[in-house]
Nanobody, 125 residues
């Protein structure tokens, strides 16, 4: 019923850019916090960016200044624009949503209620 479908992953060169999309269905994204998380091979899942329903955004220090999260309410879609990509950014990227009103830092620690299946981003020369 409630679904999140990521797209836009692929292979890019270091220093390149990529835009991920997350299409939501079964709910209105406007009233949910939306987050991007990632999990690299052999590592724990980590928060990348979060957009709360009140418009606040939060970024991991590792991506701050390089990644931008945004929403398109008309399309019920959230994006993650990634610039200046590094090999360390290689991971499966997951879109997530939560109806709560917590801070981005909270979601980074505890995760979110609903998850997509992920899209693979590989940064390699």
């Amino acid at each position: 019923q409630l679904q999140l479908v990521e797209s836009g992953g692929g292979l890019v060169q270091p220093g390149g850019s990529l835009r991920l999309s997350c299409a939501a269905s079964g709910f209105t994204m406007d009233y949910y916090a939306i987050g991007w998380f990632r999990q690299a091979p052999g590592k724990e899942r980590e928060g990348v960016s979060c957009s709360s329903s009140d418009g606040n955004t939060f970024y991991a220090d590792s991506v701050k200044g390089r990644f931008t999260i945004s929403r398109d309410n008309a399309k019920n879609t959230v994006y993650l624009e990634m610039n200046s990509l590094k090999p360390e950014d290689t991971a499966v990227y997951y879109c997530a949503a939560d109806p709560g009103v917590y801070s981005g830092r909270y979601y980074f620690i505890y995760g979110m209620e609903y998850w997509g299946k992920g899209t693979l981003v590989t940064v390699k020369g």
